[in-house]
């Protein structure tokens, strides 16, 4: 019997997917529409290759029944042939909110999980590029803040940015498939959920349609740049020498001190919060330090320090 022709949303998921390069493949998987999409495609795209792919389902234990929705995802997979493994996280306050706390642990699980070889295949869409970009715009933290979720970093993957939400939706549709609709994803007291379903609306009512794509452009261009100062940056020298950043320009000292405020532990920094910092280098009045997430910065001996916030900010 002739295989049934894909239908147009499912083709352009799986041909996003086959422009990736050869590999061992582990698609992360919440039951949303997004990375159910994704995991049908991987599945189908890898069984022609004749390469590997799996899936996990990482259960952040954040709602009622989330075990059950985790268990009940895994069997959605293996309904196509696809292996997946459940594992549980420990989702640990970051000082971010949950949502970066959630995130962390999620990356780390994938992290600790992945084998000798393997891919992690994300599936984030264009729409959570467009979303990524206003929320950088509103901290206003730069032009890296700008440039959203690179395609590909370290060993993870992001092959359908290109492709709207509306896609990987009707591809479930077009496959019978049943995505797990996230109660969060419609819980206006976060920020991201506010961007999708209040200022992104807005913007294409008030602009006309394009938005999301043209925020999708801002990223790719502001991570263009982002990348060149980031080589300048890696040959600034000491970021914590108060006379060194004093002498630096204005741009690539705010830059440096983003770096390493990020090295440090330090995570949504602000500009606020990069403004305070460097205010320490550029008008020292013998102020007593910063408070930044996670931690402190603190000015001693013509240096900079970052207190973590577990220890004690009076030593």
Not at 4 to 27: E, K
Not at 198 to 203: A, D, I, T, Y
Not at 243 to 264: D, I, K, Q, T, Y
Request: net charge neutral.
């Amino acid at each position: 019997m002739a295989r049934r022709a894909l239908g147009p949303a499912t083709l352009a998921v799986v041909q996003a997917v086959d422009t990736l390069a050869p590999a061992l493949w582990l698609v992360a998987c919440s039951g949303g529409a997004d990375s159910l999409a994704l995991a049908w495609a991987a599945h189908h795209v890898a069984g022609k290759r004749g390469t590997t792919v799996r899936a996990l389902v990482v259960d952040h234990g954040m709602q009622p029944d989330s075990d059950a929705v985790a268990a009940s995802t895994a069997e959605g997979l293996a309904s196509f042939g696809l292996t997946a493994e459940v594992i549980r996280v420990d989702v640990v306050d970051s000082g971010a909110g949950p949502e970066a706390s959630a995130r962390e642990a999620r990356y780390a699980a994938l992290a600790a999980a992945v084998r000798d070889g393997e891919r992690v295949l994300l599936g984030h869409t264009l729409d959570d590029q467009a979303e990524t970009v206003l929320l950088g715009l509103a901290r206003g933290s730069g032009v890296r803040s700008l440039a959203g979720m690179p395609a590909s970093r370290g060993i993870f993957d992001r092959p359908l940015l290109e492709l709207g939400r509306a896609v990987t939706v009707a591809a479930c549709a077009e496959l019978g498939l049943a995505p797990w609709v996230d109660p969060m994803n419609a819980d206006r007291r976060f920020a991201r959920v506010r961007v999708r379903e209040v200022v992104l609306p807005v913007l294409e009512r008030e602009l006309g349609p394009g938005v999301r794509e043209a925020l999708a452009r801002t990223a790719a261009l502001s991570r263009e740049a982002a990348d060149l100062v980031d080589g300048l940056v890696g040959e600034a020298g000491d970021p914590t020498d108060c006379l060194h950043l004093l002498g630096l320009a204005p741009g690539l000292r705010r830059r440096l001190l983003v770096e390493w405020l990020a090295g440090a532990g330090a995570s949504d920094v602000s500009a606020t919060h990069v403004d305070a910092v460097e205010r320490l280098v550029t008008h020292w009045r013998g102020q007593k330090g910063v408070d930044v997430p996670g931690g402190r910065v603190v000015r001693r001996d013509g240096r900079l320090h970052f207190v973590d916030r577990r220890e004690s900010w009076g030593r």
